[in-house]
């Protein structure tokens, strides 16, 4: 076994399948990593998905070994592997086990779909794979229409999938899955009862459930039409008669909403008459259809109803309908209107009952079966596609997901991105290298805040209106303009260039450069304030002044006042005299200090001073070394969900790397500006 030290820790050399081997024989303490969520690898899903067996979304090291081991038991030579080739040749397979039995058959099936006898690629695999998956009866127990061969069949299913909404087919289209077949032979059951409530009543001539016989069926069709409209309308009376008041409320159309109809637009018009009243309210709360304007969208429905109301022979005037009539016909539909409310599948009143009944013959619910058992043949087939594929995944990919897995030497290579890198940051100027993709950012600050880097969350917003968060550490140079809301470009492993926002941060010493200055910094910050803070005082006290000089008021009396009150009593010419004795001791004192330095060497002074400010900086100075010492990129990444053994310490060279400052172009002239 060979080791490379990068950073503060040893990471196996894996190039080839002597070292991949190798892995099996190390314990995975001293892998690098030893668990890790699916998400945080840009790699083929499909390869990520035959690794992680147990189907938790995680690869753990256990599924690693296992799958080095399936790869090299199932090749008697190491070639593919070794070149990571995407290509596949018999000759490369074992022929000791299980597996390879399948797959010899399968390869052969695939080498005579493609005309090609010598080797197989991966786009060869999953284009048979595709191809199967369109299966009309898929692997999961889920037919289309398109696997019945009779058209009533066909017919069947596509009822069945109207009545219970089917099962998705994985080539997007809706299926019938024995669940499906149970619910709707469940339905059809419960709606054939249903409707023999019906038949019987027809049969006895039962006037209380069918006051019209069959056409109590039409009667009752326009009655749930009208009946929100009626009631509307008997309120609208009931409010005219109450108060005259209201009546230009009432009016069908105002002034101002005949200028905002759309006279052009004929579903515009539509929805508006939707909303206007049955007809013009009165007092009598009736309508009369022979002489009351009616809304024409429902004026067909009334007159048809009106008539049909005849032969209830209720002995009131047959053109008009009054609340008390309605009230009388709600009652004679109220036991029709029960059993109506009671349909287990409206989806099934548009057949006719007797093409129902005969649904219920044995043999639609055998052959849909039937069809479906086809599911194993289906399920058989991409099985076997399935091990071709994953053995020319493993072979294309399984060196380099290690090398991001048990070792990471290509997050400490300049040319290269690692698998679990999302991309490069540009922003105030610098280029930031390392970025780790964050799914809980509250979860990933718990962690990382004890990295002790700087580290910046960040919002990139994609083309596609779709955004994620990434954590970027800072490691190299100052803090500079970087704030919450500040914003830069980021770019993704492809390329694409996206909008970027800071949306969150964690503060620690980037450099030492940065702890040096920092104590400088805080006192011009200090005075800064405090100046701006005397300033805001003296603008205040000079507003109030002329405020009070352009009222009229005394300003110099007030401050008198003002001043004996603070002053407790106390002689201002006092307070002068003893000022004067102040200033005068002041400056004596200034003097005796000067004469003193005077007999002490320049040098002498500036070394004095400089040990004053080593002295007062020296606590901080050392604090942030520590830390700086101590950065860890191992919290970036655990605070993503992965288990990390090694310490990952940043160097001087690695702290470059990850946050670089781009140079300007060779030969470039750079000039003063005005």
Not at 279 to 285: D, E, G, I, S, V
Not at 341 to 356: A, I, V
Not at 363 to 387: G, M, P, S, Y
Not at 634 to 644: F, K, N, P, T
């Amino acid at each position: 076994m060979k080791y490379k030290k990068y950073g503060a820790s040893y990471h196996l050399v894996i190039n080839n399948t002597k070292n991949l081997l190798e892995i099996l024989n190390l314990h995975p303490s001293l892998w690098i990593s030893t668990s890790a969520p699916l998400y945080s690898f840009t790699l083929d899903n499909t390869f990520l998905n035959y690794i992680d067996t147990d189907g938790n979304k995680r690869i753990i090291s256990s599924e690693v070994k296992s799958s080095i081991q399936w790869l090299t038991k199932n090749l008697c030579t190491y070639e593919g592997i070794d070149n990571a080739s995407d290509f596949f040749k018999l000759e490369w397979l074992s022929k000791d086990n299980e597996d390879c039995k399948s797959i010899i058959n399968t390869v052969n099936n695939i080498l005579k779909i493609t005309d090609n006898s010598a080797e197989i690629n991966l786009e060869q695999i999953q284009t048979v794979k595709a191809d199967v998956e369109k299966n009309p009866v898929s692997e999961s127990g889920v037919a289309t229409i398109d696997a019945a061969e009779e058209e009533e069949i066909a017919d069947f299913m596509q009822l069945v999938i109207n009545v219970t909404g089917g099962e998705l087919h994985p080539s997007n289209a809706k299926g019938v899955s024995l669940k499906c077949l149970d619910s709707f032979n469940k339905n059809l059951a419960d709606y054939l009862d249903w409707y023999k409530l019906f038949i019987d009543a027809k049969g006895k001539n039962n006037s209380d459930f069918l006051p019209l016989g069959e056409s109590t069926k039409e009667l009752f069709s326009l009655y749930q039409k009208l009946k929100n409209k009626v009631a509307e309308y008997f309120i609208l009376c009931k409010t005219y008669a109450f108060s005259q008041k209201v009546t230009d409320k009432l009016q069908l159309l105002s002034d101002t909403e005949i200028e905002q109809i759309s006279w052009n637009d004929a579903d515009k018009l539509q929805s508006f008459l939707l909303t206007l009243p049955l007809a013009y309210p009165n007092k009598t709360y009736s309508i009369d259809i022979n002489k009351d304007f009616t809304n024409p969208l429902y004026s067909h429905d009334l007159d048809s109803f009106i008539k049909l109301v005849l032969d209830l022979k209720l002995d009131t005037d047959e053109n008009i309908l009054n609340e008390a009539k309605w009230l009388k016909i709600s009652s004679i539909l109220s036991k029709y209107e029960e059993w109506f409310g009671k349909n287990p599948c409206t989806e099934l009143d548009k057949l006719d009952y007797n093409l129902l009944q005969e649904y219920t013959n044995e043999k639609f619910i055998t052959n849909v079966e039937k069809i479906i058992a086809r599911c194993d043949d289906t399920a058989r087939q991409l099985n076997n596609i399935r091990l071709v594929e994953k053995l020319v995944l493993f072979q294309r990919y399984l060196i380099e997901f290690v090398n991001n897995f048990v070792s990471f030497p290509t997050l400490y290579d300049p040319e290269e991105k690692a698998l679990f890198e999302e991309g490069s940051l540009i922003i105030d100027g610098r280029q930031m290298n390392l970025c780790i993709n964050v799914e809980n950012k509250a979860k990933h600050i718990q962690i990382a805040k004890n990295s002790n880097l700087y580290i910046l969350y960040v919002q990139v917003n994609t083309s596609l209106k779709t955004s994620f968060t990434v954590a970027v550490p800072v490691t190299n140079g100052i803090k500079g303009n970087l704030s919450i809301g500040k914003r830069g470009v980021f770019i993704d492993i492809n390329k694409n260039v996206s909008d970027a926002i800071i949306v969150d941060m964690i503060e620690n010493p980037i450099s030492l450069r940065e702890t040096l200055i920092y104590p400088f910094k805080k006192i011009c910050s200090t005075f800064t304030s405090k100046f701006d803070s005397m300033n805001k005082d003296a603008d205040k006290t000079f507003g109030q002044m002329t405020s009070d000089t352009l009222e009229g008021k005394s300003v110099l009396k007030d401050k008198t006042l003002k001043n004996k009150s603070t002053l407790g009593g106390f002689n201002p010419a006092t307070l002068v005299m003893g000022g004067g004795v102040a200033i005068a001791a002041l400056g004596s004192s200034i003097t005796y200090i000067a004469t003193q330095l005077a007999t002490v060497s320049f040098y002498k002074i500036i070394i004095a001073l400089a040990a004053i400010i080593i002295i007062l900086m020296a606590p901080a100075i050392i604090s942030s070394y520590i830390k700086l010492k101590r950065r860890d990129l191992s919290s970036i990444l655990e605070g993503s969900g992965w288990a990390i053994n090694a310490k990952m310490t940043l160097t001087r060279r690695l702290c470059k790397l990850f946050t670089q400052n781009p140079k300007w172009p060779k030969r470039s002239k750079r000039k003063w500006g005005s």
